[in-house]
């Protein structure tokens, strides 16, 4: 069998080495990509540093951007030479982090005429994220396609995206914004504020500021019905949305929480319970997100048909 070579974690805090895997030949639905560009995420850092989740030796990457090099019989949308982007991880032969990956056509869509690859991988991993926690965690309703003149039922309800300025962040204001959500409120640095607003962000908070929550409780009118903890930080946001979050708050934290950060000395700490981290308000729904587990939820979209409509237009 031929091989190509791919990046993988050998071990804990271990220096990232180049191993030779198959090249896996596609069969009914699948393409085989060269993969051109990819993206890394904080899960290839918390698997190299912290082993979690992972096996040794174990390939990296979800997010893939590159070239249909080879089809199998009973692909439909995709051709060789195709420019292609996607969402492709749960196993070895569809990690990003390798020379090929072979995975069915439905996790890959054709890279958009005026884009190129390196924009469009920042896409995948980071829109399906946004689109899974807001439908099946918080139960926002951001149907697909969006109808005509679409006015969403609780268009003004004020909706937390703690870490705006993350890559899930900024998805997720922009995404909240284009279906009519017009109270988004975020949180971020300084210097992000301005761009946050522009995205659709209707007020921006420092998270550094010692009065955060006072602020965004006032701004809020009290309560916050609706968060989305872009960070998953013990310290630095899961206890101060502890504080916002009410009784019948909704409330989705990205997985892993991160207890203890990984240094030179210590071992990084997580938990994948947010209910234990934290003291919640008797009456909050939260609930730690896990993207990778998108195509087994039921949902008013699937990605795949997004980003192949989106190619289209």
């Known amino acids: 069998m031929s091989t190509h070579t791919a990046v993988a974690t050998i071990g804990i805090k271990q220096p990232l080495q180049l191993i030779p895997v198959p090249t896996i030949t596609p069969t009914t639905n699948q393409v085989r990509v060269r993969v051109q ?8 850092l918390h698997q190299n540093d912290g082993g979690l989740l992972v096996t040794h030796p174990q390939v990296l990457g979800d997010g893939t951007a590159g070239t249909v090099v080879e089809t199998g019989p009973e692909t439909q949308r995709l051709r060789v030479g195709d420019h292609v982007f996607g969402f492709t991880w749960r196993s070895q032969a569809e990690k990003a982090h390798q020379e090929f990956c072979t995975a069915p056509e439905y996790l890959f869509a054709k890279v958009p005429e005026g884009f190129n690859m390196q924009e469009a991988v920042t896409l995948p991993n980071n829109f399906v994220t946004v689109f899974h926690s807001l439908t099946a965690d918080l139960g926002i309703e951001v149907p697909w396609p ?20 993350s890559s899930v962040g900024q998805f997720a204001v922009q995404i909240l914004a284009w279906y009519g959500y017009g109270n988004v409120l975020a949180t971020a640095s300084g210097r992000h504020h301005e761009k946050l607003r522009a995205y659709g962000a209707r007020e921006v908070f420092d998270y550094n500021d010692g009065n955060v929550v006072e602020r965004i409780l006032e701004q809020a009118g009290g309560r916050v019905g609706l968060v989305l903890d872009c960070i998953g930080s013990l310290e630095g946001s899961v206890r101060k949305i502890a504080r916002i979050a009410k009784a019948g708050s909704r409330v989705a934290v990205l997985l892993p929480v991160i207890v203890r950060d990984s240094s030179e000395t210590e071992m990084p700490i997580y938990e994948m319970d947010v209910r234990k981290v934290a003291e919640w308000a008797e009456g909050v729904d939260v609930r730690g997100v896990r993207t990778h587990h998108y195509l087994d939820v039921s949902i008013a979209f699937h990605v795949s048909w997004v980003t192949r409509d989106n190619a289209h237009d």
């Open 146 to 165: 969006r109808p005509e003149g679409y006015v969403p039922r609780d268009r003004d309800a004020a909706i937390l995206v703690w870490g705006g300025s």
């Open 37 to 44: 560009w990819t993206a890394s995420t904080p899960l290839d």
